[in-house]
T-cell receptor, first 112, second 119 residues
């Protein structure tokens, strides 16, 4: 059974600082997604990573995928308050099963 | 706005009752997925339908069932409701993975969710 672990689960950081969220998964997959969720809202797609070595960047966020290490990272550069949200990584099971297995999420709070 | 719609937004009902949640996928998407989000279980996959046929099942209780209709909208039926069924229920849709092929993205787009409260 595919397991996805995110850490940290809670992250409080100051504006302007950098930090990385880690996502480890237990079985082979080359499809990984990052989502953002604001309180009481739906999931907003941030990044789609489809192969080993994939790196995507959007604004202050950068995501990467290492399928051999079964590890994805979401790096935050010079955090701003608007980035406060919960971030989820999700791994696709693969084969003909396209279900997503989610990590528990990282609650990010960016303080002024 | 992802293009996926869900109704109702909120639902409050009593234990033992039955409810139906509705989802309309993005135009052209043939796949619909249902997920449950609760504080203790996190986000969990329930079931996947593709063009009217069930494709995969996750941790879906026997009291729960779903179907996808010819117009591609989907309904999730929850019966004999218990307090523990209180959660946010999301549906998501994606492009047909077979048509996508290769390394194309089969990204799932999530609807706004239905918040179910069982009292």
């Amino acid at each position: 059974e595919l397991k996805v672990e995110q850490n940290p689960l809670f992250l409080s950081m100051q504006e302007g600082k950098n930090y990385t969220i880690y996502c480890n998964y237990s079985t082979t997959s080359d499809r990984l997604y990052w989502y953002r969720q604001d309180p009481g809202k739906s999931l907003e797609s941030l990044f789609v990573l489809l192969s080993n070595g994939a790196v995507k960047q959007e604004g202050r966020l950068m995501a990467s995928l290492d399928t051999k290490a079964r590890l994805s990272t979401l790096h935050i550069t010079a955090a701003v308050h608007d980035l406060s949200a919960t971030y989820f990584c999700a791994v696709e099971s693969g084969g003909s099963n396209y279900k997503l297995t989610f990590g528990k999420g990282t609650l990010l709070t960016v303080n002024p | 706005d992802s293009g996926v719609t869900q109704t109702p937004k909120h639902l409050i009902t009593a234990t033992g009752q039955r409810v139906t949640l509705r989802c309309s996928p993005r135009s052209g998407d043939l796949s619909v997925y249902w997920y449950q989000q609760s504080l203790d279980q996190g986000l969990q996959f329930l079931i996947h339908y593709y063009n009217g046929e069930e494709r995969a099942k996750g941790n879906i209780l026997e009291r729960f069932s779903a179907q996808q209709f010819p117009d591609l909208h989907s309904e999730l039926n929850l019966s004999s409701l218990e307090l523990g069924d209180s959660a946010l229920y999301f549906c998501a849709s994606s492009v047909d993975p077979v048509v996508g092929g290769g390394t194309a993205s089969y990204e799932q787009y999530f609807g706004p969710g239905t918040r179910l409260t069982v009292t």
